[in-house]
């Protein structure tokens, strides 16, 4: 039993070693920590507080800013046997405050926790979408003795999926899910007790929150953590806190490597110390190989390693892992026939697109299936990517037909059990290659186009877009055309007719894609997941709804005709 049970092994730790520092916590006013024995009593604490308001199973909403508050109440939530519910506080973003209206409408928490100065607030924003639930803070009560005894398959948490296609799903993560995706996780990074992490990444979100929090927690190990506003105010920041604290192991999304790659001044750089970095993880979004490459060089001087750059793939429907390169190896980059890839094969080629391979996968079986019929696809073949094993979560919180659609894969030749991923890819030489996602691709004139590749290719056309997101997606008016939507820094800006035919001239040379619609928008207006994705299914339904801010648009008539005649009227 023990061994499906977090806090089992968390409170054996604490035994082992009580006075080992656990968790960090850096901000502008200093550090502050728990060690292996201080956080063991907190969450066994909160735990006795919150047996005495809900019953074992209960949703308990938690909206709070980083720190280490939300570490020993998520910690109470689990010591409880209550299911916790991670959700980002509602600042003043308002894509935070949407998720969280909609997490807890679909949750239906009996309790919704927060910091004792934010009660007030969390509570306004819960007003409108969820009339009844106020916001409290947490309290200690009498420890509880042990933590509440849950079975193997009973939830642990539900984790809100980052809506980057589709609206927020809780994935209910089992006892069982999370405890075997740790063992997987520790496999992946060759990593044992007493291991050091760092990280920026929201707690909310699946990589920080498993990965950065609670890995290092089942190890006995130690994490050091800062705030994802703080990275991205000052990414040198992230750097720093992995000197200082020795760490072996961080991972953040392809942006993350990108931002640092720009923004760490020399002199910052002089600072650094990165040797003991060993697992320079990089995942949650499409990674590129150019970034890789600028990231080893730029830190090479600080005793950065190539080798310890490391891509990983993972989902929060398969609680986190799923595959990742072995350890002391960097990535296998691949340089594929462009062509090919747009007919959905895999051909190595001396010159064409690089793709950076995800590792292999480890626990989990992994099938690249035709997404159509059901029907295996032998390797090269590019298709939906299937998994399946214990890490693999029980389903979606009370939506039974999507859990059926997307945790109830079954082959044409009849093996079950899958999860659907949704995510494009394919088996080359047992590495893992991801391409796109099924519901971004863009087929233009019976061509394959990832939405990825081209926004990249528009991050330098003009001073006015240099380093500003784009979004790529296809509308059908009736024949399918492309729509660019680019967020421009208006001041440097002159013409934006020239702007637009500079975009247009960059697909047609990189993509030989025709004229492209063009919709120039001010900074912000692109939407995003909590964890920067962009939701290109979202920005492309405020397009079509006339919903963005725009500052210029350049469109086809039929463009027109479909989706704009109507709002003049």
């Known amino acids: 039993m023990s061994s499906m ?5 968390l409170s054996r730790h604490a035994g082992a070693f009580a006075d080992r ?48 508050e939300f570490v020993e109440v998520f910690l109470g939530c689990l010591a409880a046997g209550a299911v916790a ?20 409408a679909d949750a239906e928490p009996a309790l919704a926790l927060t910091s004792g100065q934010l009660v007030e607030a969390l509570s306004a924003a819960l007003a409108d979408g969820r009339p009844g639930l106020e916001a409290s803070a947490a309290g200690y009560g009498e420890p509880l003795p042990r933590s509440h005894v849950t079975g193997p398959g009973s939830l642990a948490f539900l984790q809100y999926t980052s809506g980057s296609t589709s609206d927020a799903k809780g994935v209910m993560v089992s006892h069982r899910s999370l405890v075997d995706t740790l063992r997987v996780g520790a496999e992946l990074l060759d990593v044992g007790e007493g291991a050091r992490f760092c990280s920026w990444l929201p707690l909310h ?13 089942h190890l006995g190990g130690t994490t050091a953590l800062m705030s994802p506003t703080d990275f991205l105010r000052h990414p040198w920041q992230w750097l720093d ?5 020795g760490a072996e192991v961080s991972a953040a999304p392809n942006f993350a490597y990108d931002l640092c790659a720009r923004r760490v001044t020399d002199e910052q750089l002089r600072g650094l110390d990165l040797s003991s970095w060993r697992h320079v993880c990089n995942g949650a979004e499409p990674i ?26 993972g989902m929060a429907e398969a609680t986190l892992f799923i595959s990742g390169t072995a350890p002391g190896h960097a990535p296998v980059v691949t340089t594929v026939d462009p062509w090919a890839l747009e007919r959905d094969m895999l051909d190595p080629a001396p010159r064409g697109k690089a793709l950076v391979g995800c590792g292999r996968p480890r626990a989990l079986q992994v099938r690249i299936v035709d997404p159509d019929t059901g029907a295996e696809l032998p390797e090269g073949r590019v298709g939906e990517i299937w998994v399946r094993g214990p890490g693999v979560a029980a389903g979606y919180w009370r939506k ?15 093996e079950s059990g899958y999860l659907r991923t949704g995510d ?6 047992g590495e893992l290659y991801i391409t796109g996602r099924i519901k971004d691709l863009v087929i233009v004139n019976g061509r394959n186009l990832y939405p990825h590749d081209l926004e990249r290719a528009l991050g330098k056309v003009h001073a006015a877009v240099e380093n500003m997101p784009s979004c790529v997606f296809s509308v059908a008016v009736p024949r399918e055309e492309i729509v660019v939507v680019q967020e421009v820094r208006s001041r440097a800006l002159a013409s934006p007719g020239e702007l637009v035919e500079e975009i247009r001239s960059a697909l047609s040379r990189r993509f030989g894609v025709g004229a492209a619609n063009v919709c120039l928008v001010r900074p912000g207006e692109i939407r995003r997941t909590t964890s920067g994705k962009i939701r290109r299914q979202v920005t492309r339904q405020l397009f079509a709804s006339g919903g963005l801010t725009v500052h210029h648009e350049a469109l086809s008539h039929g463009v027109i005709a479909h989706y704009r005649k109507s709002h003049d009227a």
Do not use: N, Q
Not at 30 to 51: F, K, P, V
Not at 85 to 104: C, G, I, T
Not at 424 to 429: E, F, I, K, V
């Open 288 to 313: 590129d190989a150019g970034t890789l490459t600028r990231f080893a060089d730029r830190f090479a001087a600080a005793g950065l390693k190539p080798e310890s750059l490391t891509a990983g793939y």
């Open 21 to 68: 520092p656990a968790v960090l916590f850096h901000d502008r006013r200093g550090e502050e920590r728990r060690t292996y024995g201080e956080l063991d009593l907190a969450a066994r604490r909160i735990g006795g507080w919150l047996a005495e308001r809900v019953e074992p199973g209960a949703r308990v909403l938690l909206c709070y800013p980083s720190g280490l």
């Open 205 to 217: 979100h699946d990589m920080g929150l498993v990965a950065m929090l609670l890995l290092p927690l």
């Open 241 to 245: 806190l992995i000197t200082r604290h």
């Open 5 to 9: 049970d977090f806090m089992s092994t």
């Open 424 to 429: 494009l890819g394919a088996l080359l030489d």
């Open 400 to 414: 039974p037909e999507e859990t059926r659609r997307t945790f109830g894969g079954s082959t044409a030749a009849g």
């Open 85 to 104: 519910v991670p959700a980002p506080f509602p600042d003043a973003s308002p894509l935070h405050r949407e998720r969280v209206l909609a997490v807890a």
